[in-house]
């Protein structure tokens, strides 16, 4: 009937939320909050988006210190189905400006003598921001400064899952603005912050980089295009199940890696399949300096427009634990072209010789 009060739906839930944390009505914010987690279910795409688009005024404005559940909520509704996009750019100049912030703590520990732990009551919250105070003046910054260092210092760890989840998927990572700043950001951050180097490594991820791989006992060459691989063991797997085929077919003769291990690196539910995952290869750069399993794609040298690897013969058996560290990045690997012989050959003459 007319006069029945209108079902509320997610996005009120969000508003509700918005307006509780800005207000710093605890109450209000927890209500909204179990509104939210009944309504997710049943919400849609359109719905979940403007339910973060609701959000979007108090993630703006809220005080680094008092937002972190805010940022793992629009975290939470993006791994749903909301579009990233609404909330990215606020997001990464609020998670920058923190990592950037809670940089410069160490400064004010060292005038307090050390000693600094995360309040667990809010008495003890109020005495730190009274050390950071005093620290602050002792460092020759303005108080709401310091404040705002130590607040950022220990909450913006909080705040760091609202980007990892957008950064696995490609679009996301094509269009990320402030890449720069933030990884330098994060790296800062690297040792104080758990979520930082995770951050960190998404943001060193390439997507359509061309590579070049040369398969030094056969000589054979392969031109590839690689995206979402978070490290070099995974990028092991897939170039072996990229390129480990029939020799008649111009691939490289050898066993393929199993389907469970090849499962753990692209897509699969089990990221660490029994016994784990067993290398083929051992892998070089093209200056001779071999590449290792825990490095990134990003850090392999650069010749003439292609990261180039070289696949020699395993030297000892090595195997490692997890086909992929980022569950949701779906990894593209694309064999665009076999070399003829004459190419690889002088391809292969380029590479320098490990050891040399």
């Known amino acids: 009937m007319w006069w029945r009060r209108k079902k509320r739906t997610l996005p009120d839930f969000c508003e509700d939320l918005a307006q509780g944390v800005i207000a710093l009505d605890e109450d209000a914010s927890a209500a909204a909050m179990r509104g939210i987690i009944r309504s997710l279910d049943g919400a849609g795409p359109a ?70 732990e995360a309040p667990g009551s809010q008495e003890e919250a109020d005495a730190l921001i009274d050390r950071a105070a005093r620290a602050a003046a002792q460092a020759g910054i303005s108080r709401e400064e310091g404040i705002r260092i130590t607040e950022s210092f220990f909450t913006v760890d909080e705040w760091i899952p609202s980007l990892l989840l957008p950064l696995q998927q490609k ?31 998404l943001l060193q991820v390439l997507d359509d980089e061309p590579f070049l791989v040369i398969h030094r006992p056969t000589g054979r060459a392969f031109r590839l295009t690689v995206s979402g691989v978070g490290d070099n063991f995974q990028l092991h797997t897939l170039l072996a199940a990229t390129l480990i085929g029939d020799p008649a077919q111009g691939l490289i003769e050898g066993t393929r890696p199993a389907p469970a291990w090849i499962a753990a690196a692209t897509d699969g539910p089990e990221m660490q399949p029994s016994g784990g995952v067993r290398g083929q290869f051992e892998l070089f750069g093209a200056d001779g300096e071999r590449i290792w399993g825990e490095g990134r794609p990003a850090d392999i040298p650069v010749l003439e427009g292609h ?13 490692w634990n997890t086909g992929r560290v980022y569950p949701l990045m779906h990894p593209e690997i694309t064999l665009d072209r076999k070399l003829p012989e004459s190419e690889a050959a002088t391809w292969l003459s380029r590479i320098t010789d490990p050891g040399n």
Not at 50 to 64: K, T, W
Not at 83 to 97: A, H, N, Q, S, Y
């Open 47 to 116: 719905e979940l988006t403007e339910g973060v688009r609701r959000l979007l005024p108090a993630v703006r404005q809220v005080s680094i210190g008092n937002g972190g559940q805010l940022a793992q909520v629009a975290a939470g509704l993006v791994e749903a189905g909301a579009d990233p996009f609404v909330l990215l750019e606020v997001l990464v100049e609020r998670v920058t400006d923190g990592l950037e912030h809670a940089a410069r703590f160490p400064v004010l520990a060292d005038k307090d003598g050390g000693g600094f």
């Open 171 to 201: 679009r996301v990572r094509q269009a990320f603005p402030g890449r720069e700043r933030l990884a330098a950001a994060a790296d800062a951050m690297t040792d104080h912050a758990d979520a930082a180097p995770w951050m960190f490594g």
């Open 307 to 319: 990261r180039v690897v070289v696949l020699d013969k395993p030297s000892y058996a090595r195997s």
